[in-house]
């Protein structure tokens, strides 16, 4: 069974903070990584995807693929209040299917 | 913006029943999943669909499982005899081309087992 891993939280900060989430997946064929938010009782929304090794920034958030160390990151900068909610790492290691994470639950503080 | 549909949003039904669930893909979209996420569990991938054909299935997808496109907008996932574990919410998806492109997802169909 191929793992994605995260850890479960809650992760919390305060407002106006940078939050950090991270991911680590099995499948070093894994070419597509995606960050999906999903608040409580809702479907999973789509953050930001990265196929290439580095950084890609969208807004506050910038996500980081690491593919030697097995790796993708999420940051968010100047977190508020409604950035709390539990972000799903999502990997395409073959074929058609998101392998997701069990996910890290996030919560801003004011 | 364009966005996946589904109905209904709450199905409450018999064990042993059988259940359809309807999704309406994005119009320009032509690959489409169903998951289903267990109160408290992660999301889990139980079929993709291209070209009138399933193109992938999970362990979870038996024979129980079945989906359809009867019409140029829909796509059904039919469940033939409900368990209680069949409990869930189900989250249909889609993306516009390749199996790699990001797959945008419906606000789901929380489906209940008695």
């Known amino acids: 069974q191929k793992e994605v891993e995260q850890n479960s939280g809650p992760l919390s900060v305060p407002e106006g903070a940078i939050a950090s989430l991270n991911c680590t997946y099995s499948?070093?064929?894994?070419?597509?990584f995606f960050w999906y938010r999903q608040y409580s009782g809702k479907s999973p929304e789509l953050i930001m995807s990265i196929y290439s090794n580095g950084d890609k920034e969208d807004g506050r958030f910038t996500a980081q693929l690491n593919k030697a160390s097995q790796y993708v990151s999420l940051l968010i900068r100047d977190s508020q209040p409604s950035d709390s909610a539990t972000y799903l790492c999502?990997?395409?290691?073959?074929?058609?299917?998101?392998?997701f994470g069990k996910g890290t639950s996030l919560l801003v503080t004011p | 913006e364009p966005e996946v549909t589904q109905t209904p949003s709450h199905q409450v039904t018999q064990m042993g029943q059988e259940v359809i669930l309807r999704c309406v893909p994005i119009s320009n979209h032509l690959y489409f999943y169903w998951y289903r996420q267990i109160l408290g569990q992660k999301v889990e991938f139980l079929v993709s669909?291209?070209?009138?054909?399933?193109?992938?299935k999970s362990e979870i997808f038996d024979d129980q499982f079945s989906v359809e496109r009867p019409d140029g907008s829909n796509f059904t996932l039919k469940i033939r005899s409900t368990k209680l574990e069949d409990s869930a919410m189900y989250f249909c998806?889609?993306?516009?081309?390749?199996?790699?492109?990001?797959?945008?997802f419906g606000p789901g169909t929380r489906l209940t087992v008695l």
């Open positions: 998806a889609s993306s516009e081309d390749t199996s790699t492109d990001t797959q945008y």
């Open positions: 669909f291209y070209n009138n054909e399933i193109s992938e």
């Open positions: 999502a990997v395409i290691d073959s074929g058609y299917a998101l392998n």
């Open positions: 499948d070093r064929v894994s070419q597509s």
